[in-house]
């Protein structure tokens, strides 16, 4: 109750006060531009490694679906298939294996970038 309440009479602190460096995390610094690809050129890579997966291609898909989110880290459609791409290469391999975890934190980044996506496989020839 009483670090609440020392947090609002900080947050409500008058502005023309200095403000300690160490009582303001600091701003993030904005994103360097990276060479956006195109979205449909992201859709290529992704179209390409779903083929390769259904082919059972583990490797070569992986490749695709990392070109894929390399071009769009936001592309929750690109997270989620290279995460099961690894995890599929890594499902032989001991239970925690460092693939396997590799696989949970891309499942989550595609869940946080899209809460509600939901894979498509039948698109892929």
């Given at each position: 109750m009483?670090?609440?309440?020392?947090?609002?009479?900080?947050?409500v602190a008058?502005?023309d006060t200095?403000a300690?460096?160490?009582?303001?995390?600091?701003?993030p610094?904005?994103?360097?531009?990276t060479?956006a690809a195109?979205?449909?050129?992201?859709?290529?890579?992704?179209?390409?490694?779903?083929?390769?997966?259904?082919k059972?291609?583990?490797?070569?898909?992986?490749?695709?679906?990392?070109?894929?989110?390399?071009?769009?880290?936001?592309?929750a459609?690109?997270?989620?298939y290279?995460?099961?791409?690894?995890?599929?290469i890594?499902?032989?391999?001991?239970?925690?294996?460092?693939?396997?975890r590799?696989?949970a934190e891309?499942?989550?980044?595609?869940?946080e970038l899209?809460p509600?996506?939901?894979?498509v496989?039948?698109?892929?020839?």
């Amino acid at each position: 109750m009483i670090l609440s309440a020392i947090l609002l009479l900080t947050l409500v602190a008058p502005q023309d006060t200095p403000a300690d460096s160490t009582d303001v995390p600091p701003a993030p610094e904005p994103r360097p531009a990276t060479a956006a690809a195109s979205p449909g050129a992201v859709q290529v890579s992704i179209d390409a490694g779903l083929a390769l997966f259904k082919k059972r291609h583990f490797t070569t898909a992986e490749a695709e679906f990392q070109k894929a989110v390399e071009a769009d880290p936001g592309s929750a459609a690109a997270n989620f298939y290279l995460a099961y791409t690894v995890y599929k290469i890594a499902e032989p391999k001991r239970p925690f294996h460092p693939d396997k975890r590799r696989a949970a934190e891309l499942f989550a980044k595609a869940y946080e970038l899209d809460p509600h996506f939901r894979p498509v496989w039948a698109g892929a020839k």
